[in-house]
């Protein structure tokens, strides 16, 4: 189990590497599903997902700043996932 760890630390460093690439910033933390890139916290399987469906610009960065905007009013928020898929705080 050990090796099998260690190659899922490896998949997410390049990942990581590929998704500060695309969008012109670095990483400083990740744990086991959280990477801290800039300023912002971002779930390890919202950047596997930007990255496997070349999402295209800052959507992104759109959705996580839409996300702390509606969270700081005590809204539902939306997964990545949905906001790749057109769906908009204001149709919550």
């Not at 959705?63 to 996932?81: G, I, P, S």
Request: proline share 1%; aromatic share 16%; net charge negative.
């Amino acid at each position: 189990m050990k090796a099998l760890k260690q190659q899922r630390i490896e998949l997410d460093k390049k990942y990581l590497d590929k998704f500060c690439l695309k969008h012109d910033t670095y990483y400083d933390f990740v744990n086991e599903d959280m990477a801290l890139i800039g300023d912002c916290y971002f779930n390890i399987t919202d950047i596997y997902y930007d990255i496997d469906n070349d999402v295209p610009g800052n959507e992104i960065w759109d959705w996580h700043n839409a996300t702390l905007d509606w969270a700081m009013e005590d809204k539902q928020t939306m997964n990545f996932n949905s906001w790749v898929g057109g769906l908009r705080y204001g149709d919550l």
